[in-house]
């Protein structure tokens, strides 16, 4: 599960919690106001940041995501393999290793 880092704009009591991303943001354990500002302190992990904005596409059009998929997808596999090792990222990201994209 991510940890989170959350500031409450009551009390300025900055605390963490552990939660999925399906669950709301908890109530400030300091004084209890809610809701509290998630504070983006670091980039997500490698895999799981890079997988995941693989897939998320802001505007650009589909052609555009492909072609920078298609870019991308050598750099982040060998970024990945160089960080996890080689079977870790087979394992886990079995497409980057289908070069029929
Ligand atoms: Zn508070």
């Known amino acids: 599960m991510p940890l989170y880092d959350y ?6 009591h900055r ?7 399906n669950v709301d943001a ?3 354990p300091a004084c209890g106001h809610t809701p509290v500002a998630r504070v983006i302190t670091s ?4 895999a ?3 997988l995941t904005h693989a897939g998320d596409g802001r505007r650009a059009s589909k052609e555009q995501l492909q ?4 870019e991308e997808t050598p750099k982040l596999r060998k970024k990945l393999v160089d960080k996890l090792g080689e079977s870790t990222v087979r394992k886990n990201a079995p497409h980057l290793f289908n ?3």
Do not use: I, L, Q, T
């Open 7 to 12: 500031k409450c704009p009551a009390c300025e």
């Open 15 to 21: 605390f963490e919690a552990r939660h999925s991303m």
């Open 26 to 28: 908890p109530a400030c």
């Open 43 to 46: 980039a997500p992990s490698v």
């Open 48 to 50: 799981g940041g890079m």
């Open 67 to 70: 072609s920078k998929w298609a």
């Open 99 to 101: 070069d029929n994209g």
